[in-house]
């Protein structure tokens, strides 16, 4: 049973336009959720991160947005780069996991890019 | 980044043989990891260690053991390996358990 799911397998977007991935969780006691990105032969490397205590958090050109009620959130890219394709991964994580000591991820979205 | 070497980067091996893989960071990070990806399934945590000796089983933690005898080094080892164990294998590492992990380079594992 997936805790975090990723409905959206892939994403194509034309370059300077607005990518939007997003995410969506099951388990109530997640209050900590992180956003990864992933180049093909690489390890994923970390984007952006939220707290249960936020809505929004912002990063230059991401930004992720939390909506605790429909447990649900979602990555904004503004303006997508060509070098922004690649697969992102949500995931999370709970103080009570050990106080965030293991994370869960989603299957990843892979996102396209289209100069 | 932390410096996170995994090795092998490849692997080919036959069924019902033990293979260990290796986890090894220069940045002194308490919390160390190993996952696995596979199409479909995303990450999955197999094992995690949250200090020298001191380790936790994951998700999918069946046919595989772990060791950490020193804070640089993780070891996962499939005691004897089957197909369904073809993945890419990749080690993280955390400085703390509330901060973001870094990731390996990932080892490509198959079992045939």
């Known amino acids: 049973d997936q805790q975090v799911k990723q409905n959206s397998p892939s994403l194509s977007v034309q370059e300077g336009r607005i990518s939007i991935l997003n995410c969506d969780y099951t388990?109530?006691?997640?209050?900590?959720f992180l956003w990864y990105k992933k180049y093909p032969a690489e390890g994923p490397t970390f984007l952006i991160s939220?707290?249960?205590?936020?809505d929004k958090n912002e990063d230059g050109r991401f930004t992720v947005f939390l909506n605790k009620s429909a447990k649900h959130l979602s990555l904004h890219i503004v303006p997508s780069q060509p070098g922004d394709s690649a697969v992102y991964f949500c995931?999370?994580?709970?103080?009570?996991?050990?106080?965030?000591?293991?994370?869960?991820f989603g299957i990843g979205t892979k996102l396209q890019v289209i100069p | 980044d932390a410096g996170i070497t995994q090795s092998p980067r490849h692997k080919v091996t036959e069924t019902g043989t033990p293979v260990t893989l290796r986890c090894h960071q220069t940045?002194?990070?308490?919390?160390m990891y190993w996952y696995r990806q596979d199409p479909g399934h995303g990450l999955r945590l197999i094992h995690y260690?949250?200090?020298?000796?001191?380790?936790d089983k994951g998700e999918v933690s069946d046919g595989y053991s772990v060791s950490r005898s020193k804070t640089e080094d993780f070891l996962l080892t499939l005691e004897s390996a089957t197909s369904s164990q073809t993945s890419v294998y990749f080690c993280?590492?955390?400085?703390?358990?509330?901060?973001?992990?870094?990731f390996g380079q990932g080892t490509r594992l198959t079992v045939v």
């Open positions: 940045e002194n990070h308490r919390y």
């Open positions: 993280a590492t955390k400085l703390t358990a509330n901060t973001e992990a870094f």
């Open positions: 260690s949250y200090g020298v000796k001191d380790t």
């Open positions: 388990n109530s006691m997640f209050d900590y």
């Open positions: 939220i707290s249960s205590i936020k």
């Open positions: 995931a999370a994580t709970s103080s009570g996991s050990g106080g965030y000591q293991k994370v869960t």
